[in-house]
């Protein structure tokens, strides 16, 4: 079946520092959507990208939908440590009604 | 912000027990969707639902599983004979329509003994 997986599993980094997370499909995705989990909490939703080779921006994250539209990525500038949780990356099914999360990478910011 | 709810926030059963989980949608969202979480793994895709009836379904989803809308508010997720491993955090998630940004409600945690 479809698998999404992302690296690094885990990522410490001090406060101040970059960070980026990388997910790569088996499948070609019609979009890539990511998503922000808090130690202890839901999933949020933070981005949907649809276009091959899309960037966005939102503040100090950086979001790239690959030119195959097989990979993604998450660039965090300068961590804070409100950016402390697990980032995953989640794609459809060719049908739409299925929707598969990547392994997720786990973020910690040392303050 | 509309939000979406599930109860209860913990279940503990026996093994062998039936559960129910309920989640009430975004009111003006018409895709649901099931997914666990065992700790510290990824969110597993477990079911799709629009228009009263299951879109599909994962390899988890047997016929353990059993997901309705029975008044038009509640989702909710049966699990018929609870075994060990469906021990997990379960969430819910509503959606307006395909492609667009999946809310996930809160996450009811079942343990099961």
């Known amino acids: 079946g479809q698998q999404v997986m992302q690296i690094p599993q885990y990522q410490h980094v001090q406060e101040g520092e970059d960070f980026t997370t990388y997910c790569n499909s088996s499948?070609?995705?019609?979009?890539i959507q990511w998503y922000k989990q808090r130690p202890g909490g839901h999933p949020v939703f933070l981005i949907q990208?649809?276009?091959?080779?899309e960037v966005k921006k939102q503040k100090r994250l950086t979001f790239q939908f690959g030119e195959a539209k097989k990979n993604s990525s998450l660039h965090i500038t300068a961590t804070q440590t409100t950016d402390v949780g697990t980032y995953f990356c989640?794609?459809?099914?060719?049908?739409?009604?299925?929707?598969?999360f990547g392994t997720g990478t786990s973020l910690t910011v040392i303050p | 912000e509309p939000e979406v709810t599930q109860t209860p926030s913990h279940q503990v059963t026996q093994m062998g027990q039936e559960v129910i989980l309920r989640c009430v949608p975004i009111s003006n969202h018409l895709y649901f969707y099931w997914y666990r979480q065992i700790l510290g793994q990824k969110v597993e895709f477990l079911v799709s639902f629009y228009n009263n009836e299951i879109s599909e379904k994962s390899e988890i989803f047997d016929d353990q599983f059993s997901v309705e809308r029975p008044d038009g508010s509640n989702f909710t997720l049966k699990i018929r004979s609870t075994k060990l491993e469906d021990s997990a955090m379960y969430f819910c998630a509503t959606e307006r329509a395909p492609g667009y940004e999946q809310y996930f409600g809160p996450g009811t945690r079942l343990t099961v003994t």
């Open positions: 990208l649809v276009k091959s080779g």
């Open positions: 989640a794609g459809p099914s060719n049908t739409g009604n299925q929707f598969y």
């Open positions: 499948t070609t995705l019609s979009n």
